[in-house]
């Protein structure tokens, strides 16, 4: 017996709705567990004063762990590799935040306040998205050239010590991030990214980049 066509199209649809739901879920579990563990990385990097590993190893080591777990994201060793990044991060970014606190008078309230927005940001962009069910696509390829951008411009600013196209970058990383979570998301609510390790870690680099880019914004405009 021939099922109904709507019947048919109104099971896919159920289906799909529980697939985009379970990898949301599995997202956000293991976005929770990586951020608890780089903050306790950082934690330890800030209690030892360990120093920071610099640009070009950060780069070289970051990159080799992401490769990494594009190539076993559909295995367990994808959590592995999920954990030796964030790890690592949230190794580097515990001198980013000691620098703060020593240098800056009022370190401890940049901190917070840094730490503050990013949350407030991630929350509720992505409240807007589950809520609504919106899809982003649009923005896929302007966040791609402009985050690419963005990271040259950086790197110059460092190379060639610029500190004022440094703060612009980091205003750019700012809005672009925002962007982001609003694409990540929408592709996971609407079926677009169905690998949840995949997911967790462009929302944990997405959340690494603004927490670090508001820190310097923040930072500079207390120096002033």
Same mark, same amino acid.
């Given at each position: ?13 159920? #289906? ?91 370190? /401890? ?51 060639? /010590? ?24 929408? #592709?996971?609510?609407?079926?677009? #990214? ?31």
């Amino acid at each position: 017996m021939q099922r109904d066509p709507i019947v048919l199209q109104q099971s896919a649809i159920h #289906e799909s709705a529980l697939v985009a739901n379970k990898v949301l879920r599995n997202t956000y579990l293991l976005l929770a567990a990586t951020l608890a563990f780089s903050a306790s990385i950082a934690g330890v990097a800030m209690a030892f004063n360990l120093p920071y590993p610099g640009v070009m190893l950060t780069l070289l080591v970051y990159f080799g762990l992401l490769f990494g777990v594009q190539k076993t994201a559909n295995s367990a060793m994808g959590l592995v590799f999920v954990f030796a990044l964030t790890g690592f991060l949230g190794y580097t970014l515990g001198p980013i935040i000691s620098l703060y606190l020593k240098a800056i008078p009022n370190g /401890h309230s940049v901190v917070m306040n840094a730490f503050g927005i990013t949350a407030v940001t991630f929350v509720g962009l992505s409240a807007y998205v589950v809520r609504t069910g919106r899809r982003f696509t649009f923005m896929g390829g302007f966040l791609v050239v402009g985050i690419l951008t963005a990271f040259l411009l950086g790197l110059g600013a460092i190379f060639f /010590h610029m500190p004022a196209l440094s703060l612009a970058v980091s205003g750019m990383f700012v809005l672009l991030m925002a962007g982001m979570i609003l694409f990540q998301t929408g #592709e996971i609510v609407n079926g677009g #990214e169905t690998n949840y390790i995949l997911a967790t870690v462009t929302l944990y680099v997405t959340i690494f980049n603004l927490f670090t880019s508001l820190l310097q914004l923040l930072g500079m405009a207390s120096d002033d």
